[in-house]
């Protein structure tokens, strides 16, 4: 594994640490090996959650490492591996979470890789901003998901501006999920992770699947999907042992025993 990325098993939990000093920019080596980790993830029964964070207590990640590129080491249609950009803004067939612990600056890609995962817990110094505007590219990425998870003239503005957004504001437009201090910045992403991974794996993966494939649809036509048979993670999980498990341990008054399947 490159040292560029450093990855710990807790359990089912796999926390995955971005370590290039100083700004833990995303160069192709980067990008490729954390798409290998994020699909080793994705495809291992024995972890359920993911955490993400940067090493330091400045940078989350500066994103794309623009100096490999001036240097023509890299270029806009490299690979950057499976999953896309840091593994992760593409991996659309992921349906296990992903936390990001962000622990300092999110710029650019490094804003994107947050805004890929599916919960953001921010140190309380952290800050957001797409600086693209001002090194003639587009955050392709941010463009797609920013808008839909925050107001639209909001996220406009920080594509078109560059503008910076504390962790504070990040979490009163529902962006974050918790703003916390650096210190305990892990300890509650792992809490997070806790709370998730002790659930129903089979009903984890069906959220993420629904959610994926209702994003822009109507309530009339998520019913018509549900009732067609469309969500298959959700019909595997009423099909399960552990849709029986669950009712059964809640009568019998005990911990449920999931077996993921």
């Known amino acids: 594994m490159s040292k560029k990325v450093l990855t710990v098993k807790n ?10 000093p100083k700004a833990n920019a995303i160069d192709l080596e980067t990008s490729r090996t954390m798409g290998e980790v994020l699909c080793d993830f994705r ?26 590129v001036a240097e023509g080491n890299a270029g806009f249609d490299d690979d950057y591996g499976p999953g896309g950009f840091a593994g992760i803004t593409e991996l659309h067939d992921l349906d296990k979470p ?31 901003f797409l600086p693209e505007i001002k090194v003639g590219v587009v955050a392709d990425a941010a463009s797609f998901r920013l808008p839909r998870q925050i107001p639209r003239a909001i996220a406009v503005e920080m594509l078109l501006t560059g503008r910076r957004m504390s962790a504070q504001e ?3 437009w529902g962006l974050v999920n918790q703003v916390v201090s650096q210190d305990q910045l892990l300890q509650s992403a792992r809490e997070l992770a806790s709370i998730i991974a002790e659930g129903a ?3 984890v993966a069906a959220v993420k699947e629904i959610l994926r494939k209702t994003e822009d649809v109507s309530i009339e036509e998520c019913y018509r999907m549900l009732h067609e048979g469309e ?13 029986m498990e669950g009712p059964k341990s809640f009568a019998e008054k005990r911990d449920a025993n999931w077996k993921g399947e």
Not at 58 to 68: H, M, N, Q, T, V
Not at 100 to 111: E, I, K, L, M, R
Not at 115 to 125: E, F, G, P, W, Y
Not at 231 to 243: H, K, N, P, T, V
Request: proline share 2%; hydrophobic share 45%; glycine share 10%.
């Open 43 to 68: 495809d291992d029964p024995g972890l359920k959650v993911a955490i993400i964070t940067g090493a330091g207590d400045r940078f989350f990640s500066a994103g794309w490492d623009l100096k490999e």
């Open 98 to 128: 992903v936390i990001s612990a962000v622990n300092g600056y999110a710029v650019g890609g490094g804003f994107e890789i947050a805004l890929s995962s599916d919960m953001i817990v921010a140190a309380d110094h952290a800050q957001f």
């Open 11 to 20: 359990d089912s939990i796999l926390e995955i640490t971005i370590n290039r």
């Open 201 to 203: 794996p089979l009903v």
């Open 231 to 243: 969500f298959e993670g959700y019909q595997r999980m009423m099909a399960s042992e552990d849709a």
């Open 170 to 172: 990040a979490q009163q």
